[in-house]
């Protein structure tokens, strides 16, 4: 059964730090991966997705992610971290033949302080 | 704006009775899908509409069902609540004809709690 692991449970960080999000799946065939955040009392957003082609995947607010296939691993990063990307992030992969079944990671609390 | 509307946004029930959730998807997506996510927790996806079909279904007790009507809309029964039921119920939607390539859509969310 496909599975989805992120290590870092609660990040905490000064505002300028650089960020890194480990997230690994469990899955032999092809993939689709994604990264959502989730603000505060807000719903479910897509940061990025990877389909197929370039491994370095770039989405909105300055996050990017690398598909690094050989080992089953999807991270995001982001140079800067501001105050404002304080939210929880989850790791997300659904088989590339599926529509719309995706398995999440249990998540990843980023904590900003100021 | 995500583009999926549901509602309720909250609501409380006992112990034993149902709930009825509802979802209209984004516009121009014909597929699906319910979530629930525990606090704390990941979503975990519970089943997929397609064609007013049960399509996918995850580990999820009979006690969840399903609809979709010919609109595309759709919705999540639960019965005989049990306190575990407790959650975030998230409704996302897709395009079921580009099944490598679409991106997947999310609610707001539902917040049941059941007492």
């Known amino acids: 059964a496909q599975s989805v692991s992120q290590h870092n449970h609660h990040v905490i960080l000064s505002e300028a730090a650089s960020l890194e999000l480990g997230c690994n799946y469990s899955?032999?065939?092809?993939?689709?991966l994604f990264w959502y955040v989730q603000y505060p009392g807000q719903h479910l957003q897509l940061l990025l997705k990877?389909?197929?082609?370039?491994?370095l995947v770039k989405g909105i607010k300055g996050f990017e992610a690398e598909f690094i296939k050989s080992k089953f691993s999807f991270n995001l990063r982001k140079p800067s971290v501001q105050w404002s990307d304080t939210a929880e992030y989850f790791c997300?992969?659904?088989?590339?033949?599926?529509?719309?079944?995706?398995?999440f990671g249990q998540g990843t609390t980023l904590q900003v302080k100021p | 704006d995500a583009g999926v509307t549901q509602s309720p946004t909250h609501l409380i029930k006992t112990r034993g009775q149902q709930v009825t959730l509802r979802c209209s998807p984004k516009?121009?997506?014909?597929?699906v899908s319910w979530y629930q996510q525990a606090l704390g927790q990941g979503p975990q996806f519970i089943f997929q509409?397609?064609?007013?079909?049960?399509?996918q279904r995850g580990n999820f007790p009979d006690r969840f069902s399903g609809h979709q009507f010919p609109n595309y809309s759709s919705e999540l029964n639960v019965n005989a609540l049990l306190l575990g039921d407790s959650a975030l119920y998230l409704c996302?939607?897709?395009?079921?004809?580009?099944?490598?390539?679409?991106?997947?859509?999310f609610g707001e969310g539902s917040w049941l709690t059941v007492v």
């Open positions: 996302a939607s897709s395009w079921r004809r580009y099944t490598s390539g679409n991106t997947i859509y």
């Open positions: 899955y032999g065939g092809t993939v689709n």
């Open positions: 990877y389909f197929s082609g370039d491994p």
């Open positions: 997300a992969v659904k088989r590339s033949s599926n529509t719309g079944k995706l398995i």
């Open positions: 516009s121009g997506h014909d597929t």
């Open positions: 509409y397609y064609e007013e079909e049960e399509r």
